[in-house]
Structure formats: structure tokens, C-alpha cells
């Protein structure tokens, strides 16, 4: 009925949230469409869900996502204590993978996928 969202425990609205907010939120990768229907569905769930009730569910839902990257980020702060020699890798391999994403973007400027075109010779022609 009209009032059985208002009975439903706090876990049920939170479980329906968390895909929702994962979704809108901007550090995490998602494709736009996907991004936009997650925006949709917690307006609807804004709507129909009691105010209060609302609002408790999504600061608990925001509460466990920074609980969970709090944690991740001390286990990888951890890891780097405990086996620092895996943490060395890890970190000569972000840097390859850098350093081979600006050869790629220097590589592509040079064959022309860039800007062909100076702003100085663009401003001449105008």
C-alpha cells in the first residue's frame, strides 16, 4: 500500500540505495546513461520514501562506501609496510603504465589526431 515503504526496515531502502549512489557518484566509473538512470531512481526513491527515512538510509549508505574505501585504503597502506617489495613493483608499474599513456598522447598529437593547426596560424586566418 501507500504507507508500506514507511514499515520496511532501514536495511530494505539502504539495499535499494547503494547500487543507486555507487552509480552517481563521480569517482567511480560508470557510462553516462547508466549514470543518469541511477540520478533518476533515487529522485523516485526521494519521493516515495518517507522524508526521514530517506535521509537516514542514504547517510547510511554514504557511511558504508567511505567505511569501505577508508579500509581499502589503509590495507594498501598496510601492505606496503608489511611487503614493500610488492609495493615497489606495484609502483614501477603505475609508473610504466604513465609514462607509455604520454608516448601514446605524443604519438597521437604527431600523427595528427591532435590539434593539426597552431592557435597562432588559426588566429591568422580568421
Known amino acids: 500500500?501507500?504507507?508500506g515503504l514507511s514499515r520496511l526496515p532501514l536495511s530494505v531502502p539502504v539495499a535499494l540505495?547503494?547500487?543507486?549512489?555507487?552509480?552517481?557518484d563521480a569517482a567511480v566509473k560508470v557510462d553516462d546513461e547508466h549514470?543518469?538512470?541511477?540520478?533518476?531512481?533515487?529522485?523516485v526513491m526521494r519521493g516515495v520514501l518517507p522524508g526521514d527515512s530517506f535521509g537516514r538510509a542514504f547517510a547510511a549508505v554514504q557511511k558504508r562506501i567511505s567505511g569501505r574505501r577508508e579500509q581499502r585504503r589503509r590495507a594498501r597502506a598496510l601492505e606496503a609496510v608489511v611487503?614493500?617489495?610488492?609495493?615497489?613493483?606495484?609502483?614501477?608499474?603505475?609508473?610504466?603504465?604513465?609514462?607509455?599513456?604520454?608516448?601514446?598522447?605524443?604519438?597521437?598529437?604527431?600523427?595528427g589526431k591532435g590539434k593539426t593547426v597552431s592557435a597562432k596560424k588559426r588566429a591568422r586566418e580568421i
Do not use: F
Open 1 to 3: 500500500g501507500p504507507d
Open 17 to 24: 540505495l547503494l547500487p543507486c549512489v555507487l552509480c552517481s
Open 35 to 43: 549514470r543518469e538512470l541511477a540520478a533518476e531512481a533515487l529522485e
Open 83 to 111: 611487503d614493500p617489495e610488492k609495493a615497489a613493483r606495484i609502483k614501477i608499474a603505475k609508473s610504466g603504465k604513465r609514462s607509455e599513456a604520454r608516448k601514446r598522447k605524443i604519438n597521437d598529437y604527431r600523427t
